[in-house]
């Protein structure tokens, strides 16, 4: 019984009100979202919404931490548009399954704990980028097609759907002023929703975007040539598919982590998408991933903990099955201000506070992230990017800190003590600093301040010991630490060195 509170975080005091009430409203927001997705993807629409009720179900039962929301997020299927045009929507229900195998075998081999190596700057353009997304996503719905164009909306019917949004976005922000015992988000809607019905107001309906009414997801099996053509075809999309799905899944998990102040698992997160996105394949889904704008739906209604996101989900599947008549009739204007307002409270507005006291680099790459997540949609090549940016910054940054401090002792040894890190970065630096000709025959380089770091750095002292050599001198290396002198070791085959052994040095990092 232990086992099974832990497991699915019951044992955790529940605000059963707050969670209800949150998993309804995130209910709300996801359906319009999901059917987006799917028609922008050509799905038929109800793939977008059983994948927004297994991905849902799923993860929120399995997942990395409560209060996570997961669905079908147009992140993901962005990635799957040419595979669905090129070979049709079994290829994509393959693909969706391989890249949820791909998202177990990062979280079983604990791979997932590398979104560490994400810098703040990066996380800053991942967030306001996608704030931006999800705000320009909302201005589809003042369009209207016409003669199979898409128009923007003008005279009574723009009128009418900006001063519902207006509407819905007061509420939003003026309830919490006086009750803070039912999420907002989720009175605005029905407020909306009643406002529009008995007054009979024409205004653009979920029912225009596409109909939601069907049964339970059915089991289906890709049908595709089991073979390595296939293999050939659906694999780069599953890669991508499932980087794309992990980055904005663990980066989502971080945020949840500094929004609540609690610590989440990043690799049970990587095994819950993967398997749900398995499901997915199998239940005629399009798969998915952590969606940011319902997770901050769902913590801003006060959930913490599962039950919501079960919620959710459960109440997207009642309304597939049960409930379309109604939710079809509910006004895309209550929904549009909504997210309007997560867009608002996903934005990053302290970045621009702070932005003064930031280092131009990491300005740069903030920005830059924000950009190529604005413009390709690309949630996995704008991390990468700005990842790569930014440790290559930080390389250009510490090899210029390398110092050599040199003296002569009593003995008639040259010490030369290094300071900084050693690494290819800096090895220039490094060469630079030494008097072969004028070194007397024993010299000593002392790492006690610095340590070596790459091959690049053994290779740059090999050279360096072999012009020694030719000198007629030796060089001697002290105070290496341990896992320095493990990278020496490993080298013996292309490396001959002098190392001065020093049993009472120890640093912090040899340290256990």
């Known amino acids: 019984m232990k086992l099974y509170l832990n497991l699915f975080n019951f044992s955790q005091k529940i605000n059963y009100k707050a969670e209800i009430l949150a998993g309804l409203t995130v209910a709300m927001t996801m359906i319009p979202e999901s059917l987006s997705f799917a028609i922008l993807g050509g799905f038929p629409p109800l793939v977008g919404l059983y994948a927004a009720f297994i991905m849902g179900l799923f993860t929120a039962v399995f997942g990395g931490r409560p209060g996570m929301v997961s669905g079908g997020a147009g992140a993901t299927v962005i990635v799957l548009i040419a595979l669905m045009k090129s070979h049709g929507i079994d290829y994509v229900f393959a693909a969706v399954a391989l890249a949820g195998i791909l998202q177990i075998l990062v979280g079983v081999f604990k791979l997932g704990k590398f979104i560490r190596l994400v810098p703040q700057p990066v996380m800053f353009g991942f967030v306001n980028g996608l704030a931006i997304i999800i705000f320009m996503s909302q201005l589809e719905q003042f369009k209207t097609v016409v003669n199979g164009h898409a128009v923007w909306l003008s005279g009574n019917p723009l009128w009418i759907m900006l001063g519902l949004v207006a509407l819905t976005i007061a509420i939003v922000i003026l309830l919490p002023k006086l009750t803070k015992a039912v999420p907002s988000s989720l009175v605005a809607i029905i407020v909306v929703f009643i406002l529009v019905l008995v007054s009979g107001i024409d205004t653009k309906i979920v029912r225009n975007i596409a109909a939601v009414s069907g049964g339970f997801p059915p089991f289906h099996i890709p049908r595709v040539p089991l073979n390595l053509d296939t293999l050939t075809v659906i694999f780069p999309f599953a890669l991508i598919m499932a980087g794309v799905g992990l980055t904005e899944g663990l980066l989502t998990l971080n945020l949840v982590d500094e929004i609540t102040e609690t610590k989440g698992n990043s690799s049970r997160e990587c095994i819950a998408q993967g398997g749900a996105n398995i499901l997915n394949g199998f239940f005629f889904g399009m798969g998915g991933c952590p969606m940011i704008a319902q997770t901050l739906v769902n913590l801003s209604a006060g959930a913490r903990a599962r039950l919501s996101g079960i919620i959710?989900?459960?109440?997207?599947?009642l309304i597939i099955i049960w409930g379309a008549p109604v939710i079809e009739r509910v006004p895309m204007a209550a929904l549009v201000g909504v997210m309007i307002m997560v867009a608002i409270g996903t934005f990053e507005w302290m970045s621009f506070r702070i932005i003064n006291k930031m280092p131009k680099q990491d300005i740069f790459v903030g920005i830059l992230v924000a950009a190529i997540t604005v413009w390709l949609h690309n949630l996995a090549?704008?991390?990468?990017?700005?990842?790569?940016?930014?440790?290559?910054?930080f390389a250009w940054d510490s090899s210029k800190r390398i110092r050599v401090n040199k003296y002569l002792d009593t003995a008639g040894v040259m010490h030369y003590e290094l300071f900084g890190p050693l690494f290819f970065g800096s090895v220039t630096t490094f060469n630079e600093r030494f008097d072969i000709s004028s070194d007397p025959e024993q010299v000593i380089?002392?790492?006690?301040?610095?340590?070596?770091?790459?091959?690049?750095?053994?290779?740059?002292?090999?050279?360096?010991?072999?012009?020694?050599?030719?000198?007629?001198?030796?060089?001697?290396?002290?105070?290496?630490?341990?896992?320095?002198?493990?990278?020496?070791?490993?080298?013996?085959?292309v490396i001959d060195v002098n190392i001065l052994e020093d049993p009472n040095y120890l640093i912090a990092t040899d340290s256990k």
């Open 445 to 493: 380089i002392d790492f006690k301040e610095s340590r070596i770091a790459d091959m690049s750095a053994i290779d740059a002292i090999n050279k360096l010991t072999n012009r020694y050599l030719e000198a007629k001198k030796v060089l001697h290396l002290k105070h290496l630490s341990a896992d320095c002198r493990s990278l020496l070791y490993d080298a013996e085959a």
């Open 312 to 317: 959710a989900a459960l109440t997207i599947l």
């Open 381 to 393: 090549l704008a991390v990468l990017i700005g990842v790569i940016l930014s440790a290559l910054f």
